[in-house]
């Protein structure tokens, strides 16, 4: 360990007459340590400063310190006349008492005033950066001058506007770095860019959080590279004015061709690419640490953006000023070709550097993987594959919690029944890893009961254990198998507590995910404003965190809620954002999205508009087949038009998935369970049988009262099973019985009554008047069983 003992003989006296002036000094002298990650303390009328060996490159900071405190001396020269500095080595383990009497000994020999003297082990460490001479009336070596390296290469002008291509980063990388190291001010950026682009800017920027969260990605996906060039698009408009430059260089080397290629491609400027040129480089009378600080510095750029940079280095107990230092010593000897772009390496460099080290480079990893460690915390790196491999590559073990994460984040609960969970056996996690698995298995036997105790026995374990991706994970299945109970209110609470949790994880993909998730319970419930509230935040964070495949769901389901209300202008607009933000990148939502759109047409009276557009997907989706037979209820029923509809029994009961049906993303999770099929296919046999029963009954046919006993029961199913549709069921067995029996009929009176109370339940949940009214008034099939209600003056 190397200490430094600063004294000032008359230090009292000084603060006695400039007591601002020499606090000042002092002041700073001490953060000019701690800067440099050294430790101190005070003796009578002297300072001591430790730079700890198990700190990072002690030698480099004792020696930025060292200069530092000689410029600050020059400052002060006037003020301070005596002064007197001693350099020697102590251990790591001496007490700051044993430290102190180390330095009181020197007290004894006549040590010069105004001069820097060092022992014999300090001077054989500090040598690489100070000139020393021996004096030996005082057995020390004085300091003669400080060693700076020079530059052997002139920065020119081109070098401000180089991207550099290095052996292990892809082209975003270095396009991104570039544009780091090149910020734009906000007013370039609005002198620059027309409103309208000023708008797109902001929204692209977001585009950074995701490539932040996923930098070690493999293989992006091409909505993220297409947002990203957008962003890139309009930052060089921006740069070329602001930079006063047309013209951009790829340096590139001959491993990376191919990217620097690609780079020019697709750089919205004029680019010309270089080769790096290979140079010989010799590290003769460099300090060891010095190296080792290089060469961490050097591969921390390749996992850690440049405006990290100081992040990294305050976890290694260094400020800014150190890193400005250590970047003019790594350009003045060569390493770096840029004095502020670490980027610019040269490979040679690299490789010189991992041959001078051998096996002390590997020191380097341990504090760039603890860093990582601390992103990963804070929700700041996705616990996917990607990260998981470079923590192996770094040789560090990531904690049970991140391996948890990492689980839940690679296999969905559909795929977990069928992993093998062996290899986590030795984890703290597996009896609960266990219990999660075979709540999902008995699941799926239907025995919710018993699966809601096991996946809770998972839930109390996690918690145990502090594992916040497992508790998440956990409280949402509870919450789930409540949702396939009716249990709705109960399956509301435990996706509260899942988002709580997702929060605290700051784990953007269980935020959007556990928005999304409360959004359709409260859809369920009929509370249609919580549902837009939900919504509308999630749409939010999607944007900030760039979740793209989150956005479409997220704008269909606010379509869907539009739609209820009966707000059909405002339904079809977002069924048209939704269709828009899908076709180029999920097209697989664009027919879904479409479907719905023309259902707004069809509820809002223009059923010649859309039934060309269910006809046109009648093979995409079977959503399109039942508001088909919807929209010929909403126009006079005067022939059979179910000759295009081929209806098998597979149409409503194969597996979907969500894009193909909207019932999968939400009434399927309660009704679809309840009924033992799909809710899909009770509301088609509801609307199919009452289309069936007119026909019948327009023809006088014995077959009309088949087909309204089916609805009757279709009707008295729903009821019983509090589906959120049993209204419209029981109104269309009133409308059908009334046109049977007239306007005396006692049954079809009782199912208008029946149906008027299921309508109330479902408005339980709506405090507001404003939605209240939208949803009996502006919805269709609302309005009419209300108008029924009133005239049978059942209000």
């Known amino acids: 360990m190397i200490c430094i003992y600063f004294e000032i003989p008359y230090e009292r006296q000084l603060l006695r007459i400039a007591p601002f002036e020499i606090q000042k000094l002092l002041n700073t002298i001490a953060e000019s340590a701690e800067a440099n990650g050294a430790s101190s303390f005070k003796v009578a009328c002297a300072s001591i400063y430790r730079f700890s060996s198990h700190e990072v490159a002690p030698v480099f900071s004792a020696n930025l310190f060292l200069q530092n405190l000689a410029d600050l001396l020059r400052v002060y020269k006037r003020r301070v006349v005596d002064y007197r500095i001693i350099i020697d080595c102590c251990e790591e383990t001496d ?29 054989r460490l500090l040598k690489s950066y100070i000139r020393f001479e021996y004096v030996p009336k005082v057995k020390l070596y004085y300091s003669a001058d400080f060693i700076v390296p020079k530059t052997d290469h002139a920065e020119t002008a081109e070098s401000q506007c180089c991207i550099y291509l290095s052996n292990t980063g892809t082209w975003i990388h270095a396009l991104y770095h570039f544009m780091l190291t090149h910020p734009l001010t906000e007013h370039a950026v609005k002198a620059a860019l027309s409103k309208d682009e000023q708008a797109q800017y902001e929204n692209a920027k977001h585009v950074q959080y995701y490539f932040r969260r996923n930098r070690f990605c493999s293989n992006y996906p091409d909505y993220f590279i297409d947002a990203f060039l957008l962003y890139t698009r309009l930052y060089f408009q921006v740069f070329v004015k602001s930079y006063h430059t047309t013209e951009l260089t790829v340096i590139y080397t001959e491993k990376n061709a191919e990217a620097a290629n690609h780079l020019i491609g697709v750089l919205p400027i004029t680019a010309h ?108 790196l996705c616990p996917d594959e990607n990260l998981k491999d470079i923590f192996g590559a770094l040789q560090f073990i990531p904690e049970d919690q991140f391996m948890l994460h990492y ?41 919710i009961n018993e699966a809601v105790y096991a996946v809770k026995k998972a839930v109390s374990s996690v918690q145990a254990h502090t594992f916040p991706a497992g508790e998440y994970r956990a409280l949402s299945c509870v919450a789930f198998l409540h949702l396939s109970q009716n249990k709705i209110e109960d399956a509301i609470t435990y996706f509260q507590y899942a988002l709580d949790i997702a929060e605290a994880l700051n784990d953007s993909s269980f935020i959007c995910e556990a928005l999304f998730n409360l959004s359709i319970s409260c859809f369920l419930q009929n509370s249609l404003h919580t549902a837009e509230n939900f919504l509308g935040r999630l749409l939010e964070d999607a944007e900030r965190y760039f979740e793209q495949p989150k956005k479409i769901p997220c704008l269909f389901m606010q379509g869907r809620v539009a739609l209820q209300l009966g707000d059909y202008g405002k339904a079809e607009l977002l069924f048209q954002e939704a269709e828009k933000a899908a076709s180029k990148h999920f097209q697989e939502w664009a027919p879904l999205c479409r479907i719905w759109y023309a259902r707004a047409l069809s509820q809002k009276g223009q059923t010649s508009k859309a039934q060309p557009i269910f006809i046109a ?133 009782g199912y208008l009554s029946r149906s008027f109370k299921a309508l109330q339940n479902c408005m339980d949940t709506m405090t507001e008047n404003t939605v209240r009214d939208k949803f009996i008034f502006r919805n269709v099939w609302n309005a009419k069983l209300y108008a029924a209600a009133q005239k049978n003056k059942l209000i």
Request: net charge negative.
């Open 617 to 749: 997907n009648l093979d995409k989706s079977p959503d399109a087949r039942l508001f088909l037979i919807e929209s010929f209820l909403f126009a006079p029923i005067l022939r059979d038009e179910r000759a295009q509809i081929q209806v098998s029994p597979e149409t409503f009961t194969a597996v979907l998935e969500p894009y193909q049906s909207g019932f999968v993303l939400a009434e399927e999770l309660v009704w679809g369970h309840l009924y033992g099929k799909p809710a899909m296919q009770i509301c088609y046999a509801a609307l199919d049988s009452y289309y069936r029963f007119r026909l019948a009954a327009n023809s006088l046919e014995e077959s009309a009262s088949a087909y309204l006993q089916k609805l009757e029961d279709t009707a008295r199913d729903a009821l019983k099973n509090h589906d959120m549709y049993a209204s419209i069921y029981s109104y269309l067995c009133y409308d059908a019985i009334l046109r049977q029996e007239g306007n005396t009929s006692d049954t079809a009176n």
């Open 273 to 380: 690419s270089k080769l790096m040129p290979e140079k010989s480089m010799a590290f003769d009378g460099l300090s060891v640490d010095f190296l080792q600080l290089a060469y961490l510095t050097i591969c921390a750029s390749v996992f850690i953006f440049d405006d990290e940079m100081p992040e990294f280095f305050l976890s290694l107990h260094k400020s800014a000023p150190f890193i400005t230092s250590l970047y003019e010593w790594m350009y003045a000897v060569g390493i770096t070709e840029v004095k502020n772009d670490i980027c610019s390496v040269t490979p040679y460099a690299v490789e010189r550097l991992e041959q001078w080290l051998g096996t002390e480079k590997n020191k380097a990893k341990q504090y760039i993987a603890d860093f990582l460690w601390d992103k990963y915390k804070k929700g700041m």
């Open 407 to 447: 689980f839940f984040h690679k296999y969905s609960d559909k795929e977990i029944p069928q992993i093998d969970i062996s290899p986590f056996k030795s984890t703290v996690f597996f009896p609960a890893l266990e219990s999660y698995q075979k709540a999902l298995k008995i699941s799926k036997q239907k025995n």
């Open 95 to 123: 007490s700051e008492d044993v430290i102190a009497d180390h330095f009181a000994a020197y007290r004894s020999v006549l040590v010069p005033s105004r001069s820097f003297f060092a022992s014999a082990q300090a001077e």
